[in-house]
Every structure is written in structure tokens, then in C-alpha cells.
């Protein structure tokens, strides 16, 4: 069973500009929560989606979006990208999320750089 | 609100050693779970363990077990005979049950060195 894959691994982009990362989640997985990573902050919650519909957001600016399609896949989309948007972004699959005990499964992230 | 409390930046231990990383959380919610997690430097997160707040009994998997204290709110991981693959860094983390709460919250996780 393939696990939760990100794309890109990697990306460089200028402020100013946008960016979309993708998430695949494992199969017959419907729910998929994204954080960002950062040294000083840790990881922080942005959003997340079950069958299409986002059912918790973090402390995010607007910039920050997502979404989810009818299979699943999950991207995120950054606008007006800030220095401060460098980060590992994480993307999380689970089957459903529900219960506190819900394990989440982790991709690689996507390292985004900003210059 | 709640919150994650990691207190060691970074933790040596020797080969085959057993070491303790310390995590304590606040919350209000009287149901919750706490959840370990390893981060090597690929970037994806690894499972290891989780403790329910109703759990009697402290969780264990293979050589990892987690020390719940509930009344002190601490949920310390147990690494047992310690490998050099261990070596990476380690995030506690805590989810509610309802609403905003449900988010997972993380610690600042301790980076882990296993020395041959």
C-alpha cells in the first residue's frame, strides 16, 4: 500500500509569487490535514478535510487555502508568498477523523523556500 | 487552550541504552490522547505510540513504551535498548475530542542522538 505522497519534494519561489502543493493520501484514507513546519514555531496546524468539506482551520492568514477533491488528493494553495512562509509543509492522511485516538500518516513534506 | 511542553532541546544516549524524553500537556478537555511521534531527517513523521487519557494502563509498542502520569500531566516515551536508527528528532503531541480542540497540537520536540 503506497503511502501519503507529496509533490513537489522541494520548490523555490519569490515573494510575491504563489505556490500549490499536492497531497495523495494513503488509499480509502478521506481525511487529509496539513501543518507547516518551521524551527522557531514547531508544527502548526492549518486545515483539515473530510469528503471534500474543511472541518478545522488553524491560526492561518487568508493567503492559506486548501482544498479537497471527490478522490481524496488534497492541495494547498499560498498566495502573495512572504519570507516567512519557508517552511516544511506536512501533509496527513487518516481513514476518518474521529475519536481522539486517530493516527495520522505522514508524507515526506514538501520544503518550500522563499526568497 | 491546550498545550505541549517539550524541555529537552536535544538527549545522548549510548547504543543499546535506555532513554527517556519527557513531555508534559495542559488541557481541559477530560478526554484526549497523546501521541509520539519521530521525525528523521527524511522529514516524514513516524508513528510510535499512543496513551488515551482513559487508558489504565500504560501503552507499549516493542521497544517503546509511554510513562502516563495523568495527575501530573506528563506522558513521557520510554525508548528501550536504544539503536542508531533512533537517532532523529522526537515530537510529543495531543488531540481533544470536540470541535477546536481536535486539532492536533504539538511540542517543540527533542532531537535524539544515539551514540555507537
Known amino acids: 500500500k503506497a503511502g501519503v505522497t507529496q509533490t513537489p519534494r522541494y520548490l523555490i519561489k519569490t515573494r510575491g509569487q504563489q505556490v500549490t502543493l499536492s497531497c495523495s493520501p494513503i488509499s480509502g484514507h478521506r481525511s487529509v490535514s496539513w501543518y507547516q513546519q518551521t524551527p522557531g514555531q514547531g508544527l502548526q496546524f492549518l486545515f483539515e478535510?473530510?469528503?471534500?468539506?474543511?472541518?478545522n482551520k488553524g491560526n492561518f492568514p487568508g493567503r492559506f487555502s486548501g482544498r479537497q477533491f471527490s478522490n481524496s488528493r488534497s492541495e494547498m494553495n499560498v498566495s502573495t508568498l512572504e519570507l516567512g512562509d519557508s517552511a516544511l509543509y506536512l501533509c496527513?492522511?487518516?481513514?476518518?477523523?474521529?475519536?481522539?485516538?486517530?493516527?495520522?500518516?505522514f508524507g515526506s513534506g514538501t520544503q518550500l523556500s522563499v526568497l | 487552550a491546550q498545550k505541549i511542553t517539550q524541555t529537552q532541546p536535544g538527549m545522548f544516549v549510548q547504543e543499546k541504552e535506555a532513554v527517556t524524553l519527557d513531555c508534559t500537556y495542559d488541557t481541559s478537555d477530560p478526554s484526549y490522547g497523546l501521541f509520539w511521534y519521530k521525525q528523521p531527517s527524511s522529514g516524514e513523521m513516524i508513528f510510535l505510540i499512543y496513551?488515551?487519557?482513559?487508558d489504565q494502563q500504560n501503552a507499549t509498542e516493542g521497544r517503546y513504551s509511554l510513562n502516563f502520569q495523568k495527575a501530573r500531566k506528563s506522558a513521557n516515551l520510554v525508548i528501550s535498548a536504544s539503536q542508531l536508527g533512533d537517532s532523529a528528532m522526537y515530537f510529543c503531541a495531543m488531540r481533544g475530542n470536540a470541535g477546536n480542540n481536535r486539532k492536533l497540537i504539538w511540542g517543540l520536540g527533542t532531537s535524539l542522538a544515539v551514540n555507537p
Open positions: 478535510y473530510f469528503s471534500e468539506t474543511q472541518r
Open positions: 496513551q488515551g487519557s482513559y
Open positions: 496527513a492522511s487518516s481513514v476518518v477523523p474521529e475519536g481522539t485516538n486517530e493516527k495520522l500518516f
